[in-house]
């Protein structure tokens, strides 16, 4: 069963006790032959040279006597001697003297010279042996004998040894192998034993098997039982091995399974998660088209309500008694608190919602403050409130502008809320470590330090019980978010008695992008400006009219000393005069008769704003319009307005086109233009203003958003890829809410964008007249 | 040895020098140019007769046992005299200058008379003195003296050893009894190469 390579551990003990046994004879038997030989050729020369003795001690007297013949009876002795091939006797000079050959072929040696020191010498040449030998006779050199003898018995004892040591040899090396069979026996054995085992154990894994073991002592025994007991430690490895690898796929088994379960579960959990937010989504969605809805909705009649209310109280179609007036006051007045109530409600909700998007550019504050300051000092007049602003010239901050005025707004209004009557209140900003810390401090009662905490939260307002104050009590809340929107944070100081002040911090603006927002306010002035020269001494009053005027774009000269007034007036050539008639050292009804007996100033118009309510008289002397104190913006603006559009020769016969889906607001807007004498046409929805512009191209067009079948944007976007409608100015006026990428759309392709949210109406006026500047109605 | 068996010995021993594997030609040539020198040698001049004598004289000495009791007179040296005219001339003086017998001096004396032959051990007696043979060889007789002379007859007439001629080659005829009845021994190597031995003055041969 064994195979070559089983067995080979002891073939190798075979090969090795052959080859030790072969060698170990071999060196013996070629020393022992070489030693017989030596002493075999040593003898051989030693009965040589006897038998030379003899011939030369018996050629003596031959030689002496020259008597070869007795010599050659001597060598013919050497004939007893088989295997001296041939001999010879030389005389002293050289000369063969006598010579004897065995066979008659046998040359006869010659005679080497003899060295003078030997008397001896041989040599073995060519399987023969030549020995050269002196006769010395009384101590005198007689003669050389030569004897020439075969080597044949070396030979033929040499060919016996080598047959005796083959037969010794294959004797001794039958007797090796018989003898490494034993060897094999007590030790290949049990190795090829041992390796089979090993094998078998390698090839089938079974570790039950054991070596079988052959002695009782001895390295190969303990090789056997180091292996068996290897064996029996591998076997219980293995089987724990193979225990816990059941065990581990039991486990795993089981891990799996839950794994499955677990991610059914999760599947199943991360479906419902997916529907919940698809949910979510839509409710979102909802709640969006809800706000946006609102917004609209509400707006679109409370700006009807809030418009024709304020066109009634002008009383351009007739003379109101006090109490209609009054009526239509408390129109107004609800409808204003109705409208700020839902701008808020909308704001808190977007803001709740995330859905508040910020425009934030670099914003100067002065300007900033000068627009709040003025839309609020009316408010601070009704109260005789100081209304007083603190900032150095350039201060920026990073906001959105609008959101800014927003905030300013609430808490000045608030301020002017609280503060009573001809209190004072103080509008400061200064840069402070990086940020711009901007105040609201008034003169007003303070608010108790139990109140200074929930005076944040929505609906709360301060004072509940009483009521005097009107107010959504969002106006906190929404300011505190805005602030916050904007990284910044709203607080309070103040002290029951000594008034309160509301700051909040913002970031300063960047620095490289400031002059953006000059531009912008460059883009406002337009260079076609309006120069109208306020003649007024009282500096307050003065002061509210420039800001009137101001913010409708004009550009205002004030005059506050009536005796220069006519050379100024003559000078600058202003657009209109406004004047005072209680005024000193020359009041206003001198000043005016002057204006207009002076051909240099007689084609200016004049709007008289006085306490002196005496129009006729102001009438008869000239004057265009007439506006007794206290004075509305409105009123004024609307006076010089019209003045201004007397003024004007060239007229044009084309008109503003108002395209607005809600029948209110479209008579509110067209009629807020014819008062101000431009020629309006007015389209229902989309598809008409589309056909009105394809048919006659209008001066300018105010554009709603929201319109039934083609919306506002639709028409936009077509008129402004046409090239008759390219540069048609529009002016977009809406109550929907615009997200930034809208609000960037319509700034790149409209002229002007007004949102219902804010106060429009002034806006409009003002833009129009500067897009505008030419465009008369013929009528007025 | 004549000149035919040295040549063939020469001829074998030459061919023997050579190498194996030698063209046969190269031996042929060798070997004509050698029996032109061989030639030479057989020209080179001989041993004269008298040379070899003298020299075979001296080696007698060398062969022959004296009897123990040696008279005096011979006691420090080796006589070898001569008696009667001398053949040899110088060579004999030359061939036996320096050289020793029997543990002794040669010394070479020439006598005339043979009273003066007692104190001799070899005595060469000249083939002038035939006519004195017997008288000379009775006074000597019995006084250990070994006698030698070139006569003819000299053996047969009671002397001891007696040169032959054989061709060119000398040679010597021994009486035995002679040199015994002078208590002489003659070594056997002597009587070997000795052309004839004689007893009782008789010839052997």
């Given at each position: 069963m064994l195979t070559r390579q089983d067995n080979s551990i002891s073939r190798k003990l075979t090969w090795m006790n052959m080859l030790v046994s072969g060698a170990v004879l071999l060196l013996a038997c070629t020393a022992f032959i070489a030693y017989d030989m030596l002493t075999f050729r040593a003898t051989m020369v030693r009965n040589l040279s006897t038998e030379a003795q003899i011939i030369g001690s018996n050629s003596v007297s031959a030689l002496l006597f020259n008597d070869p013949q007795s010599a050659e009876n001597t060598l013919s002795a050497l004939k007893a001697a088989r295997n001296i091939m041939s001999a010879g006797i030389y005389s002293t000079d050289g000369r063969l003297f006598a010579s004897y050959s065995r066979d008659l072929g046998d040359q006869i040696p010659e005679a080497p010279a003899l060295p003078?020191?030997?008397?001896e010498i041989h040599r073995f040449k060519n399987k023969e042996v030549v020995l050269v030998r002196s006769i010395v006779f009384e101590g005198k050199l007689t003669g050389t004998v030569c004897i020439r003898s075969d080597v044949k018995e070396l030979d033929s004892s040499l060919k016996r040894y080598l047959g005796i040591a083959g037969i010794v040899l294959s004797v001794c090396l039958v007797a090796a192998l018989l003898v490494s069979s034993i060897f094999r026996k007590a030790v290949a054995e049990p190795i090829i034993h041992l390796a089979g085992v090993a094998r078998a154990v390698t090839r089938e894994k079974n570790y039950s098997v054991r070596a079988a073991r052959t002695h009782d002592s001895g390295e190969l025994a303990i090789l056997i039982d180091a292996f068996n007991e290897m064996l029996a430690q591998t076997q219980q490895n293995e089987n724990a091995l193979r225990e816990a690898r059941d065990d581990l796929e039991q486990r795993v088994k089981e891990r799996t399974a839950e794994l499955e379960k677990a991610k059914s579960e999760v599947e199943a959990f991360s479906f419902s998660i997916l529907r919940a937010k698809e949910e979510l989504e839509r409710a979102s969605k909802f709640k969006d088209q809800f706000l946006s809805t609102m917004s609209h909705e509400l707006r679109t009649p409370l700006n009807a309500v809030l418009g024709f209310s304020e066109l009634l109280t002008e009383e351009r179609y007739g003379p109101l008694n006090e109490r209609q007036q009054r009526y239509i006051k408390h129109i107004h007045t609800g409808g204003k608190h109705l409208l700020t109530l839902i701008n808020d409600i909308l704001d808190l909700s977007k803001i709740e919602a995330g859905r508040l998007q910020l425009t934030l550019e670099n914003v100067l504050v002065p300007t900033s403050f000068a627009e709040v300051v003025d839309t609020m000092r009316s408010l601070a007049d009704k109260k005789s409130q100081r209304l007083l602003q603190e900032v150095p010239s350039g201060l920026s901050v990073r906001a959105d502008p609008t959101r800014f005025k927003q905030v300013l707004m609430n808490l000045i209004g608030n301020a002017i809320k609280f503060t009573p009557e001809g209190g004072e209140i103080r509008l400061s900003a200064h840069e402070r470590e990086g940020a711009v810390r901007v105040e609201v401090r008034d003169s007003g009662p303070g608010i108790p330090v139990e109140e200074q905490k929930r005076i944040f939260e929505a609906f709360y307002r301060l004072g509940e019980t009483d009521k005097k104050t009107e107010g959504t009590g969002l106006g906190l809340a929404i300011t505190r978010r805005l602030v916050e929107l904007h990284g910044g944070n709203l607080g309070l100081e103040s002290q029951p008695g000594s008034g309160s002040c509301f700051y909040f911090t913002l970031p300063v603006a960047d620095v490289v992008e400031t002059h953006e927002v000059q531009t912008s306010t460059m883009e406002i002035r337009t260079p076609e400006f309006v120069r109208i020269l306020v003649i007024e001494d009282d500096r307050a009053a003065a002061q509210l009219l420039h800001s009137h005027l101001t913010s409708a774009g004009y550009d205002v000269v004030l005059c506050d000393q009536p005796g220069r007034a006519l050379e100024m007036a003559a000078e600058l050539q202003p657009s209109a005069i406004t004047m005072d008639i209680i005024m000193k050292p020359v009041n206003g009804w001198e000043l005016l008769s002057t204006f207009k007996t002076d051909p240099r100033t007689a084609g200016i118009p004049i709007v008289l704003v006085t306490i002196v309510d005496q129009p006729a008289r102001g009438a008869s002397l000239g004057a265009d319009e007439y506006i007794v104190k206290p004075v509305k913006k409105a009123t004024l603006l609307a006076a010089v307005e019209r003045c201004l559009n007397h003024r004007k020769r060239i007229g044009r016969t084309r008109p503003i086109l108002v395209v607005e889906d809600d029948a209110p607001t479209r008579e509110f807007v067209a009629e807020l233009l014819s008062k101000r004498g431009y020629v309006v046409t007015t389209a229902a929805d989309g598809a008409e203003a589309r056909s009105q512009v394809a048919a006659s191209l209008p001066e300018l067009v105010i554009l709603d958003l929201i319109l039934p079948e083609v919306s506002g944007f639709q028409l936009l976007a077509e008129w402004r890829t046409n090239a008759r409608t390219a540069d048609l100015p529009v002016f977009v006026l809406t109550s929907k809410d615009l997200t930034a990428e809208d609000q960037d759309y319509i700034r790149t392709h409209a002229g002007l964008l007004l949102q219902k949210q804010q106060p429009w109406q002034e806006t409009l006026i003002t833009q129009l007249r500067r897009t505008l500047p030419g465009v008369l109605s013929e009528k007025s | 040895m004549d000149t035919l068996s040295l040549r063939s010995a020469i001829w074998r021993g030459l061919l023997a020098g050579f190498p194996h594997g030698w063209p046969p030609l190269v031996g042929v040539l060798v070997a004509l140019a050698l029996f032109g020198t061989t030639g030479l040698l057989a020209q080179l001049p001989k041993p004269n007769e008298y040379q070899v004598k003298a020299t075979y004289l001296y080696n007698f000495g060398r062969f022959v046992k004296w009897p123990g009791a040696v008279p005096a007179g011979k006691g420090d040296s080796f006589s070898v005299c001569v008696l009667g005219q001398d053949p040899f001339g110088s060579i004999l003086d030359s061939t036996l200058a320096g050289e020793a017998l029997d543990g002794k001096p040669v010394v070479l004396r020439r006598i005339s008379k043979s009273q003066d032959a007692g104190e001799c051990r070899i005595l060469f007696i000249s083939s002038t003195e035939e006519k004195h043979l017997k008288e000379i060889l009775t006074a000597i007789d019995e006084s250990g003296v070994l006698t030698v002379s070139d006569m003819p007859g000299f053996t047969r007439r009671g002397g001891m050893i007696q040169f032959i001629l054989e061709g060119d080659r000398v040679r010597f005829e021994i009486n035995v009894t002679s040199a015994e009845s002078a208590r002489l021994v003659l070594s056997s190597e002597l009587l070997k190469v000795a052309a004839s031995v004689k007893r009782n003055g008789r010839s052997g041969d």
């Amino acid at each position: 069963m064994l195979t070559r390579q089983d067995n080979s551990i002891s073939r190798k003990l075979t090969w090795m006790n052959m080859l030790v046994s072969g060698a170990v004879l071999l060196l013996a038997c070629t020393a022992f032959i070489a030693y017989d030989m030596l002493t075999f050729r040593a003898t051989m020369v030693r009965n040589l040279s006897t038998e030379a003795q003899i011939i030369g001690s018996n050629s003596v007297s031959a030689l002496l006597f020259n008597d070869p013949q007795s010599a050659e009876n001597t060598l013919s002795a050497l004939k007893a001697a088989r295997n001296i091939m041939s001999a010879g006797i030389y005389s002293t000079d050289g000369r063969l003297f006598a010579s004897y050959s065995r066979d008659l072929g046998d040359q006869i040696p010659e005679a080497p010279a003899l060295p003078s020191d030997q008397i001896e010498i041989h040599r073995f040449k060519n399987k023969e042996v030549v020995l050269v030998r002196s006769i010395v006779f009384e101590g005198k050199l007689t003669g050389t004998v030569c004897i020439r003898s075969d080597v044949k018995e070396l030979d033929s004892s040499l060919k016996r040894y080598l047959g005796i040591a083959g037969i010794v040899l294959s004797v001794c090396l039958v007797a090796a192998l018989l003898v490494s069979s034993i060897f094999r026996k007590a030790v290949a054995e049990p190795i090829i034993h041992l390796a089979g085992v090993a094998r078998a154990v390698t090839r089938e894994k079974n570790y039950s098997v054991r070596a079988a073991r052959t002695h009782d002592s001895g390295e190969l025994a303990i090789l056997i039982d180091a292996f068996n007991e290897m064996l029996a430690q591998t076997q219980q490895n293995e089987n724990a091995l193979r225990e816990a690898r059941d065990d581990l796929e039991q486990r795993v088994k089981e891990r799996t399974a839950e794994l499955e379960k677990a991610k059914s579960e999760v599947e199943a959990f991360s479906f419902s998660i997916l529907r919940a937010k698809e949910e979510l989504e839509r409710a979102s969605k909802f709640k969006d088209q809800f706000l946006s809805t609102m917004s609209h909705e509400l707006r679109t009649p409370l700006n009807a309500v809030l418009g024709f209310s304020e066109l009634l109280t002008e009383e351009r179609y007739g003379p109101l008694n006090e109490r209609q007036q009054r009526y239509i006051k408390h129109i107004h007045t609800g409808g204003k608190h109705l409208l700020t109530l839902i701008n808020d409600i909308l704001d808190l909700s977007k803001i709740e919602a995330g859905r508040l998007q910020l425009t934030l550019e670099n914003v100067l504050v002065p300007t900033s403050f000068a627009e709040v300051v003025d839309t609020m000092r009316s408010l601070a007049d009704k109260k005789s409130q100081r209304l007083l602003q603190e900032v150095p010239s350039g201060l920026s901050v990073r906001a959105d502008p609008t959101r800014f005025k927003q905030v300013l707004m609430n808490l000045i209004g608030n301020a002017i809320k609280f503060t009573p009557e001809g209190g004072e209140i103080r509008l400061s900003a200064h840069e402070r470590e990086g940020a711009v810390r901007v105040e609201v401090r008034d003169s007003g009662p303070g608010i108790p330090v139990e109140e200074q905490k929930r005076i944040f939260e929505a609906f709360y307002r301060l004072g509940e019980t009483d009521k005097k104050t009107e107010g959504t009590g969002l106006g906190l809340a929404i300011t505190r978010r805005l602030v916050e929107l904007h990284g910044g944070n709203l607080g309070l100081e103040s002290q029951p008695g000594s008034g309160s002040c509301f700051y909040f911090t913002l970031p300063v603006a960047d620095v490289v992008e400031t002059h953006e927002v000059q531009t912008s306010t460059m883009e406002i002035r337009t260079p076609e400006f309006v120069r109208i020269l306020v003649i007024e001494d009282d500096r307050a009053a003065a002061q509210l009219l420039h800001s009137h005027l101001t913010s409708a774009g004009y550009d205002v000269v004030l005059c506050d000393q009536p005796g220069r007034a006519l050379e100024m007036a003559a000078e600058l050539q202003p657009s209109a005069i406004t004047m005072d008639i209680i005024m000193k050292p020359v009041n206003g009804w001198e000043l005016l008769s002057t204006f207009k007996t002076d051909p240099r100033t007689a084609g200016i118009p004049i709007v008289l704003v006085t306490i002196v309510d005496q129009p006729a008289r102001g009438a008869s002397l000239g004057a265009d319009e007439y506006i007794v104190k206290p004075v509305k913006k409105a009123t004024l603006l609307a006076a010089v307005e019209r003045c201004l559009n007397h003024r004007k020769r060239i007229g044009r016969t084309r008109p503003i086109l108002v395209v607005e889906d809600d029948a209110p607001t479209r008579e509110f807007v067209a009629e807020l233009l014819s008062k101000r004498g431009y020629v309006v046409t007015t389209a229902a929805d989309g598809a008409e203003a589309r056909s009105q512009v394809a048919a006659s191209l209008p001066e300018l067009v105010i554009l709603d958003l929201i319109l039934p079948e083609v919306s506002g944007f639709q028409l936009l976007a077509e008129w402004r890829t046409n090239a008759r409608t390219a540069d048609l100015p529009v002016f977009v006026l809406t109550s929907k809410d615009l997200t930034a990428e809208d609000q960037d759309y319509i700034r790149t392709h409209a002229g002007l964008l007004l949102q219902k949210q804010q106060p429009w109406q002034e806006t409009l006026i003002t833009q129009l007249r500067r897009t505008l500047p030419g465009v008369l109605s013929e009528k007025s | 040895m004549d000149t035919l068996s040295l040549r063939s010995a020469i001829w074998r021993g030459l061919l023997a020098g050579f190498p194996h594997g030698w063209p046969p030609l190269v031996g042929v040539l060798v070997a004509l140019a050698l029996f032109g020198t061989t030639g030479l040698l057989a020209q080179l001049p001989k041993p004269n007769e008298y040379q070899v004598k003298a020299t075979y004289l001296y080696n007698f000495g060398r062969f022959v046992k004296w009897p123990g009791a040696v008279p005096a007179g011979k006691g420090d040296s080796f006589s070898v005299c001569v008696l009667g005219q001398d053949p040899f001339g110088s060579i004999l003086d030359s061939t036996l200058a320096g050289e020793a017998l029997d543990g002794k001096p040669v010394v070479l004396r020439r006598i005339s008379k043979s009273q003066d032959a007692g104190e001799c051990r070899i005595l060469f007696i000249s083939s002038t003195e035939e006519k004195h043979l017997k008288e000379i060889l009775t006074a000597i007789d019995e006084s250990g003296v070994l006698t030698v002379s070139d006569m003819p007859g000299f053996t047969r007439r009671g002397g001891m050893i007696q040169f032959i001629l054989e061709g060119d080659r000398v040679r010597f005829e021994i009486n035995v009894t002679s040199a015994e009845s002078a208590r002489l021994v003659l070594s056997s190597e002597l009587l070997k190469v000795a052309a004839s031995v004689k007893r009782n003055g008789r010839s052997g041969d």
